[in-house]
């Protein structure tokens, strides 16, 4: 899954932060790449963080607050509440999720999804 995350973020030119976690959204990988904002490597683990233990997608969170449901911005243990945090599916069950920091949110979500695509290849 990272090499496949890193494929899609190289083949675009995109410096970013790769996080992978488990369903508890303890992390387990964790690779910024060449040139990726140093923040980045705080976002994207709290991004995979929130996808693995809300088992949705983190934009899910951001659409909510954004809607006016701020009050998820004191939920426990949720940080990463921005698009880029994708929940890692197998048999229906979240196994973990992969979180990406460092370009346009959509961007990295698309990372992540490649990364994700890579375990059903």
């Given amino acids: 899954m990272a090499a496949a995350a890193e494929a899609e973020a190289t083949q675009h030119g995109w410096a970013v932060t790769i996080a992978i976690v488990?369903?508890?959204?303890?992390?387990?990988?964790?690779?910024?790449?060449?040139g990726a904002a140093p923040i980045s490597a705080e976002i994207a683990p709290a991004k995979a963080r929130t996808a693995a233990v809300g088992r949705r997608e983190s934009k899910v969170y951001e659409d909510m607050i954004n809607q006016g449901r701020v009050s998820f911005l004191s939920a426990p243990t949720l940080s990463g509440l921005l698009e880029g945090g994708v929940p890692i599916l197998a048999d229906?069950?979240?196994?973990?999720?992969?979180?990406?920091?460092?370009?346009?949110s959509a961007e990295d979500a698309q990372i992540a999804r490649a990364g994700i695509a890579a375990l059903k290849a």
């Fill in 92 to 104: 229906g069950h979240c196994v973990g999720a992969i979180g990406v920091s460092g370009v346009k």
């Fill in 22 to 34: 488990d369903d508890g959204g303890h992390l387990l990988w964790l690779q910024r790449l060449d």
